[in-house]
């Protein structure tokens, strides 16, 4: 189908946005923290959401640990790989959304802070993987959010201009990578960060859940912040 809408594109983050992963990402970090004689709470383990497991790492260390970065972050992956997928759910209306977004045209990235191969075994978990195209991880890029390069690279992979692309993500991380990529950038109310913590990172519009922009979308109500 040839989409009539302004957009060819849309580049997802997984956590949050399409998946509830929360839980088991807490209890990962929290295994990994404690296995490593690291003492870290659960606050601060949340505020660090939407960043790549390395990046989370560095921020959970004391300074006289930082070389310890790496080990952390890939216990805490493994962790989560072996331990933790069965607390993994799909957002309820999630698998709708995609079907319509394919639907009207659009090509389909997700853009993970996660290393590529847990994002494969999540979407293919919750049974999301065959709506989408593109898969970037954090290996496929130098810098994870919110640096712009993992959504330009997704968007660069589908083939689109920025101004064809949107990205969807529910931190203020994802905002402020969608707007230095120069693309359309939602914010979705479906993760740990509150309306007023997206509100005041600017995103182009604030959604409370993919179906809601879809609706946005195919009745082209957009450019616009929602308030509540």
Request: some cysteine.
């Amino acid at each position: 189908m040839v989409s009539s809408l302004k957009f060819k594109a849309i580049v997802l983050d997984m956590d949050g946005t399409l998946v509830d992963s929360s839980e088991a990402h807490l209890k990962a970090w929290s295994k990994a923290a404690e296995k490593l004689g690291v003492h870290v709470s659960e606050s601060k383990i949340k505020s660090e959401f939407g960043k790549s497991s390395y990046d989370m790492a560095k921020a959970f260390l004391p300074p006289d640990r930082a070389e310890d970065a790496v080990q952390f972050a890939e216990l805490k992956d493994r962790i989560f790989m072996e331990e933790c997928l069965s607390l993994i759910k799909p957002i309820v209306g999630v698998a709708e959304a995609l079907k319509g977004f394919k639907e009207v045209g659009l090509g389909i990235a997700v853009a993970s802070s996660n290393p590529r191969r847990l994002v494969f075994e999540v979407l293919n978990l919750t049974n999301l993987l065959g709506y989408v195209d593109v898969v970037i991880g954090s290996e496929d890029v130098r810098r994870g959010k919110p640096h712009p390069d993992m959504v330009e690279e997704a968007v660069r992979r589908l083939n689109v201009k920025p101004c064809e692309a949107i990205y969807v993500g529910d931190t203020v991380y994802d905002v402020k990578a969608g707007k230095a990529a120069g693309v359309f950038t939602v914010a979705v109310l479906t993760g740990a960060a509150s309306r007023e913590e997206l509100e005041n990172s600017q995103p182009d519009m604030i959604v409370e859940n993919l179906k809601d922009l879809l609706k946005s979308l195919t009745s082209r109500c957009y450019p616009f912040v929602e308030k509540a």
